[in-house]
């Protein structure tokens, strides 16, 4: 069982910058896959990152070279820094955790309880 916490949201003018991290408990941090991925109302959840347990990285194409992704596995958290924010990119914002390498939302067995992300124009 892993349980995942977010935090960082808030509204921002385009152009802004926001970090968004994501606090993990329960099963061992560094033996999953975190991801991180959104939905706009309306919208399906989308993939936005994912970090592998060693640390490799793959982005959405929407999202790379804007955001980053880094987790610290000594405190069990994932990070995602958002630059250069677009309205587009408004959005309730969920990390979650994978036993599998994926960028599949069903792939993932945990989620957190989300965290909004609003960019005005």
């Known amino acids: 069982q892993v349980q995942l916490v977010e935090s960082g949201g808030g509204l921002v003018q385009a152009g802004g910058s926001l970090r968004l991290s994501c606090a993990a408990s329960?099963?061992?941090?560094?033996?999953?896959?975190m991801g991180w991925f959104r939905q706009a109302p309306g919208k399906e959840r989308e993939f936005v990152a994912r970090?592998?347990?060693?640390?490799?990285?793959v982005y959405a194409d929407s999202v790379k070279g804007r955001f980053t992704v880094s987790r610290d596995n000594a405190k069990s958290t994932i990070y995602l820094q958002m630059n250069n924010l677009k309205p587009e990119d408004t959005a309730v914002y969920y990390c979650?955790?994978?036993?599998?390498?994926?960028?599949?939302?069903?792939?993932?067995?945990?989620w957190g309880q989300g965290t909004q992300v609003t960019v005005s124009s």
């Open positions: 329960g099963r061992t941090f560094s033996s999953v896959t």
């Open positions: 970090s592998g347990r060693f640390g490799a990285t």
């Open positions: 979650a955790a994978s036993q599998r390498i994926t960028i599949q939302a069903n792939g993932y067995d945990y």
